[in-house]
């Protein structure tokens, strides 16, 4: 009998044995592509990246980071990178043309400022003014349009710079890129027969166009007007998110651990750019960021409250996120792939 125990007791740890050996050998270097936008996006992950970070057991992490939106949604569209962090509308974009993708969490949240060298406390006192903009097909375009309408305040678009604005119509130039925003300020682009005093800039460029300006000769600019601020006064407070974290529901056919670990590390990471800015905004530098100017830059935009980092998992945020879809597709439903995103979209309820 003792020696028929002791044979199912070898036998039993064999089999745990492997088990745990069956186990060890899925979860070994499984290959995990990630793409990035560079800027304030990337910050979410800048740790994870980093040699700081020990990494996740079992998985084998490629980071791509791009400056080029484009090149993030012609590899969503073609399903390459397992994860992203992208604009909410691409995001949704990407599930709704069944690209399969699907929503884990907001790290980032509204980056969108008005800047100027004027002193300036309403969106009452842009009435006469114009502000120089950019994306007028993107969400910067629609959540700059959207608080004016929902402030009251009319807007005309002119299709040039040599028009005579309206005393009670705030007129918006697009330009191309944000980068050419930046520029026209800091040069002093004459728009409606005055010299550029309005831009609607994101961060880090929000804060770094201070100093980008003074050494052009033109000095005051900096941010007047928090647009995260303006659009959750009309919308019960709640505020809009600008990226999300996505991942392909490929990733549900494996090991929900491992998806699990990931975006736990993300959020994490997120974490670590609230509780050290600064650092977080070095390491990115030091890791081929061409947007981010210095992580003192990125310190002193946090410090101020215009880098909202919270990671908020999909179902807490799902209230603001379809208030902020729902606007951007009453104005342009192709923006979001033609139709809101299906309950599937948001991961984890």
């Not at 981010?292 to 215009?306: D, E, K, L, T, W």
Request: some cysteine; glycine content about 8%; hydrophobic content about 50%.
């Amino acid at each position: 009998m003792m020696k028929k125990i002791a044979v199912l007791i070898i036998l039993c740890v064999f089999a745990v044995v492997l088990v745990t050996a069956c186990a060890e050998e899925i979860r070994e270097d499984i290959p995990i592509s990630v793409m990035l936008v560079d800027g304030a996006p990337g910050l979410s992950m800048a740790y994870m990246m980093s040699d700081n970070f020990a990494g996740i057991d079992g998985l084998d992490i490629t980071y791509t980071m791009t400056n080029d939106v484009d090149v993030l949604v012609a590899a969503l569209m073609n399903s390459e990178p397992d994860f992203a962090i992208a604009p909410i509308n691409i995001a949704a974009m990407m599930h709704t043309i069944g690209s399969g993708y699907r929503l884990a969490a907001i790290p980032t949240w509204g980056l969108m400022h008005i800047v100027s060298d004027r002193e300036i406390g309403s969106l009452e006192e842009l009435r006469g003014e114009t502000i120089i903009a950019f994306a007028r097909a993107g969400t910067p375009g629609v959540t700059l349009r959207a608080v004016l309408t929902q402030n009251g305040i009319p807007f005309i678009e002119p299709d040039s710079a040599d028009f005579t604005p309206d005393p009670d119509s705030v007129a918006i130039i697009y330009l191309t890129a944000p980068s050419d925003v930046r520029d026209a300020v800091a040069t002093g682009m004459v728009v409606g027969g005055e010299e550029v005093s309005f831009a609607l800039l994101a961060e880090p460029v929000a804060t770094a166009i201070t100093g980008f300006a003074s050494n052009m000769g033109r000095e005051g600019f900096v941010a007047r007007i928090n647009l995260q601020d303006e659009w959750a006064r009309n919308n019960a407070g709640e505020v809009y998110p600008q990226t999300a974290l996505i991942f392909h529901e490929r990733l549900l056919d494996g090991d929900m651990d491992l998806l699990s670990s990931f975006i736990a590390a993300v959020e994490q990471s997120t974490n670590f750019v609230m509780q050290s800015p600064v650092e977080a905004g070095d390491l990115l530098v030091e890791l081929g960021s061409v947007a981010i100017p210095s992580g003192q830059i990125i310190g002193n935009a946090v410090s101020a409250g215009r880098i909202p980092m919270q990671f908020t998992r999909a179902p807490e945020a799902r209230s603001a996120i379809e208030t902020f879809l729902q606007t951007i597709f009453d104005e342009n439903p192709n923006l979001i792939g033609g139709a809101m995103p299906s309950d599937d979209f948001f991961f984890g309820g």
